[in-house]
C-alpha cells in the first residue's frame, strides 16, 4: 500500500490497484462476512486530500488532491461511503494530519523525526521547496486516543472529521524548535519543490472536538521534545 504522498508519483494509476482496490475489496469482504454490524474507523490524510485549497481546511471544503496517494484517498472515501448506504456497518472517517511519534524510523519520512535525527548527527537536512512550508503537526499519542473516541458505540453511522492540532507550523518554526531543544543548529540545504507536496495545511479541528470531546494535548514543542527523548534514549551508550 501506498505510505506516504510521494508514491506512485511516476504511474497515478497504479495508486488504484495498489491501494484503493486493495482496501475496498478487503472492507468489503470483511463487512459481507460478519452478521452484526461493524464499526469501523478509516485513517485518511489531511495533509494530502485537501491538495492546494486555500484557508482554514474544514469537512465541506472541496477535496482537490495533487498527489496520486491524496487521490487514493478520496476514492477510499468514497467507496467507505458506499458501504454505508448499502451496508448495515458504520464508518467513521478521520482525515489526520501529520500525526509525529516515537515510531517513526524511516530515514526520509516525517519531518520532526528526520530532522532531530540529522540534527544530532550533525548532517544535513534537505529541505523541498521553501522553510515556509506549513503542516499541521500532531502528537501520535493524542491521534491514537482520537482514533480510540471514534470506533466508541456513539454518534453517526457515517461521518468524516479532521483530526489535528489545529494550527498549522512552518519548517522554519519547527526547526526553530528542534534548536531550543537541543541546542543545536541544523544544517539544511535546500532543494526544487517537489509537485505532489501541499504547500499549506492549515485544518479545522472543531467538530471532531465538538462531536467526540477530544483535545490534543500537546503544543508543537511538546512533540519535539518526546520525539527528542525517545531518540536520545535508543542511542547506545
Known sequence: WAAKP?????????????EVLVTFEGIARLAAAVSRPLQIVYASSAGAIY??????????????????????????????????????????ILRISNPVGRHQVAANHGLISVA??????????RIFGALDVERDFVDADDVADAIWRA??????KFGTWNVGLGTSSSIREVLDGI???????????????????VQKVD???????????????????????????????????
Open 179 to 197: 534548536a531550543s531543544v537541543t541546542g543545536m543548529k541544523t544544517v539544511i540545504e535546500i532543494e526544487r519543490a517537489r509537485g505532489f507536496d
Open 151 to 156: 470506533g466508541q458505540p456513539h454518534g453517526p
Open 51 to 92: 491538495g492546494e485549497a486555500q484557508g482554514k481546511l474544514t469537512e465541506e471544503t472541496p477535496l482537490q488532491p495533487i498527489s496520486p496517494y491524496g487521490l487514493g484517498k478520496q476514492q477510499i472515501e468514497a467507496s467507505l461511503a458506499f458501504l454505508s448506504r448499502t451496508t448495515a456497518h458504520e464508518f467513521r
Open 203 to 237: 485544518l479545522s479541528t472543531e467538530r471532531f472536538r465538538a462531536d467526540f470531546g477530544w483535545q490534543p494535548r500537546h503544543a508543537l514543542i511538546e512533540i519535539i521534545e518526546k520525539v527528542h527523548r525517545e531518540i536520545v534514549g535508543a542511542q547506545p551508550q
Open 6 to 18: 510521494s508514491a506512485f508519483k511516476e504511474n497515478p494509476w497504479m495508486i488504484v490497484r495498489h
Open 116 to 125: 532531530l535525527r540529522k540534527t544530532l548527527q550533525r548532517e544535513v537536512l
